[in-house]
């Protein structure tokens, strides 16, 4: 009982056990005493009275032993039944029985001669040591017009015929018992294999997951609710890989951005402490090395606090009305001198008609930065930075075009994950993939889209939607 597959045993051979052969005894009780017995005691009253019919229209039967003997032989054929013609005072006339010759003219024993006069039948069974077996005994009364007794017919059954019918029936529902035990089993065993190793399977990749073992689907087989359980392990198996990968990515981004500050950190700090500070213009240029280094870091930092608040739940927006079209003017201003210091073509296009919109101006204005940080990151100088803002139909489109080395067709889709970095070392090769992703989570909880139009060597278009 201790494992499932005794359990699925047992409750298929339980009922064969016990159950069909209750049933199967019972059943063979009910037809042998209440419907073969009753049928035919039934049958043989009506084949006594129909002799008796026929016997009182020949009274002289019962006062010739020839013709009463011509009487027996004559309906003997047409019953299973042993007929005897028994006189009004107990004597035996004829019998179609051979072993009763020898007492024809005799009295029979036990002749309820009384009995039958007060009943129209009588009916009983009891058991003949000659035979050695029980018989049905019917007595039917012969009457003449005047109500007098002439005699008595008597048909005699022996039951050894249909116990051994009954016996064939009790061998066959052993035989079906045992069939059935069998074939009990044998479905038990399949059904037990067909549950017992999708489980088993699902148990040992548990197992290995909680030993720290590779993380590795399992096969979607067996009854709906296990495959079911095993589509849903699958899918947790597929979001601990994604984590794990996410993990190991964001080890290495993290070891490569905070690797080359504190590298640079070091080199102008060993730089004073040899002597750097004592002259001014290296000691300023220094100095501002270092801050343009600690900025970095501190980006770094800002996004996985930004990335830690997303992971703790829904986001928390602080919204006003606010006016696109101002707003977008003010946001973009210090941007655009970042692009020229770095001899890059700024063009901006936003449209007067754009509406006022419920938006936390300082997480939107977020998104919308790293976007335009990426484009004024990866274009090179001479190329060209596009911020475009218009309204098209029920909603307001942002886009941030550029000319810069474009993105993979088979990157795109990756590019918003968590940590992910192209491969490309011209695009995504700083920083530890996190601005995108939190961009399009601050589009999200506004209730809008963030999509990237891009081709490798002609730039790429983010482009921001939000609904009106």
Known sequence: ??????????????????????????????LETRVVLVNLSTQLVRQAWLLADFS?????????????????????????????????DGRMLSSSDPMDVEL?????????LDAILSEESYVRTN??????????DIWVPVKNRDGELLGAVRLTHQLVNVQERFQRVRTSTVQVLFLGLLFGGATALVLAHTLNQPILRLTQAIQSMVHGEQFEPVA?????????????????????????????????????????PLGALRSANQALLDGAEEVEELRH????????????????????????????????LDLEPTALSPWLTTVLAHWGQAARTRDIQWNVSISPTLPTLEIDSDRLAQALGNLVSNAVKYTPPGGTIAVEASLDEDEVQITVRDTGPGIPAEEQSRIF????????????SSGIGLGLAIARDLVAAHGGRLSVVSQPGEGSAFTIKLPC
């Open 127 to 136: 058991y003949n040591q000659n035979l050695r077996a029980e018989i049905a």
């Open 56 to 88: 009182a229209d020949y009274p002289a039967i019962w006062h010739d032993a020839e013709q009463a003997e011509a009487f027996v032989d004559r309906f003997n054929p047409l019953t299973t039944a042993q007929i005897m013609l028994v006189a009004g």
């Open 1 to 30: 009982m201790s494992t499932l597959r005794r359990r699925l045993l047992l409750s298929h051979l339980l009922p064969v056990l016990f159950i069909i052969p209750i049933l199967g005894i019972s059943l063979i009780y009910v």
């Open 417 to 428: 994950e968590p940590f992910f970095r192209s491969r490309q070392q011209e695009r995504f």
């Open 285 to 316: 240029s220094l100095l501002a090395g270092i801050d343009v280094e600690l900025a970095s870091l501190q980006r770094v930092l800002d996004d996985l606090t930004r990335y830690y608040d997303r992971d703790l739940g829904p986001m928390e």
């Open 104 to 112: 024809v003219g005799q009295h029979v024993e036990n002749a309820p």
């Open 220 to 260: 979607e087989e067996g009854p709906r609710e296990l495959r079911i359980l095993a589509t849903e392990f699958n899918a947790l198996v597929e979001r601990l890989n994604i984590l794990r990968s996410a993990r190991r990515r964001l080890l290495a981004n993290l070891v490569h951005e905070l690797g080359r």
